[in-house]
């Protein structure tokens, strides 16, 4: 079978009207929450908007000059204190270019840009010292303060219609990945993360406390550019993030978090869009991904790091979302092991030549991870390269002794245009994928079946690929 590549307009998806920060959470009147779908309600229900006092704090008069060239870090970090010193609010930046390092957010405070607002962080990675306590690739560490930070904080917010540049370029940040075809960088230049990273992964593994693993200067572990960890009732809505030197957005063990009408756009390494990391109860909705790797990555740590915590991402629900490149539009893991429950994917739409995957599960027998109760409706997909991957052989693969559990996957209503592989699907024989259920589905045009193995209870019902229906066995 073989087919000619071509063109595939996407359908359009507008996004919808952002509501005010004290909104209610819609919901779709026209959507059937019967059976496992009634957590939906729920979940939205109990997730609530940062509670912000009503009063505005604006940059400018704390000297911002907003013209582009000076440096605004302290004009903003003084609005941000003052805001702190009155018990929170809302500080503002006004249409303008602000150029700063590093922010920190307390509780209580929601940072608005304004529409016609560009918030540029100054790309010199000695400003984003001293560490702090951050997740990096599932593991916790004294690291770079990400660009946008939270810590421990109730009731925080990142608001409007302005534009984000986290300053990341083949100049800064991104080189330090090492081998990165966008940089044209050698495996083997300096600097890169190379050492860094295998010394963080043999400290989580032994067990060093968080405070003695200092990845800071001289470690090249690049920020994302937003990060809330452990904090609740979070919200970010409305921006453009763009260049990022790490993941995008990273909220790490959040309860409550929205992330609405949020474009997203990074091409660098490891630029993901949106990864909820150990969070409970996260809705994402109308945003716009468009990426260097995953468009939403759910993430619950990485091996004896994520089995320490043993804090799940549960109660997760994603609609009305359009995916542009990336390495997959929904993905699990790979940073997995501490296990995935209860995620709700619907009417999202997804499309690009540079699409790896539409729906991706990846872990291996080092990062395991309990992954159950998916459930995704009502997908469009025009062109990527493999629609469904359920992977047990990601990077390290059969190689250690924590075999993932993965069970009770169901998609239905899942329409793609164009593949080159309708399914790449691999669970081990002694732990084979339990219950792979998809129903009124279509892959118009495949050039290849793909591999499916080790998979006890696939049903197909209404299912056609390239015409014809597909029956599992």
Known sequence: MSFTRRSFLQSSLALAAIPALTSAMSRPPQQDYSGPWRAVPEILDAI????????????????????????????????????????????????GSYRSGPIHLGSNTELHLREGALLSFIPEPERYLPAVKTRWEGMELMGYSPLIYAHGCDNVALTGRGRIDGGADCDTWWPWKGKNTKCAQSANEEPNQHAARKALFDDAEMGVPVAERVYADGSYLRPPLLQFYECRNVLIEGVTLENSPFWVMHPVLCDGVTVRGVTARSHGPNSDGCDPESCRNVLIEDCLFDNGDDCIAIKSGRNADGRRLARPSENIVIRNCRMRDGHGGLVLGSEISGGVRNVFLENCVMSSPNLERGLRIKTNAMRGGEIHNIHVRNIRIGQVKDVIVINFFYEEGDSGRFDPQVYDIFVDNLHCEQAERAFHIRGFARAPIRGLHITRSRIRSAATLGIIEEVIGLTASGVTINGEEFRPG
């Open 48 to 95: 609530q908007s940062p509670r912000i006092p009503a009063r505005d704090f604006d940059v400018r008069d704390y000297g911002a000059s907003g013209d582009g060239r000076a440096d605004d870090s302290g004009a903003i970090a003084a609005a941000l204190a003052a805001c702190r010193e009155a018990g929170g609010g809302r500080v503002v930046l006004p249409p």
